[in-house]
């Protein structure tokens, strides 16, 4: 199952995460010090999620495997920045 992964900046250097499936909210959590470290908890789940499309404040950087989410949470924190600064420009 592919989820979507929200992350959104609460005020700077605090962080929250929902993971939700069709709309619905499946599970959530907030402060977080990083982009990353919001990544590495929301990913850190068993069951039949396989992977996440994962979007910062509301801008989707892309879909990852889970295990890419644990051991790239750095790098795809990166472009999830990157993503949402070119968006506004």
């Keep these: 199952m592919i989820v979507t992964l929200g992350i959104f900046q609460m005020q700077p250097g605090l962080y929250?995460?929902?993971?939700?499936?069709?709309?619905?909210?499946?599970?959530?959590d907030a402060g977080y010090?990083?982009?990353?470290?919001?990544?590495?908890?929301a990913s850190d789940v068993t069951g039949p999620i396989t992977a996440m499309e994962v979007a910062y404040k509301g801008i989707v950087g892309g879909t990852f495997p889970l295990h890419r989410l644990r051991t790239d949470a750095s790098a795809i924190a990166k472009h999830l920045v990157a993503t949402m600064a070119s968006v506004l420009d």
């Design 16 to 28: 929250e995460y929902q993971v939700a499936c069709n709309g619905q909210e499946l599970f959530s």
């Design 33 to 41: 010090e990083s982009i990353e470290s919001a990544i590495r908890a």
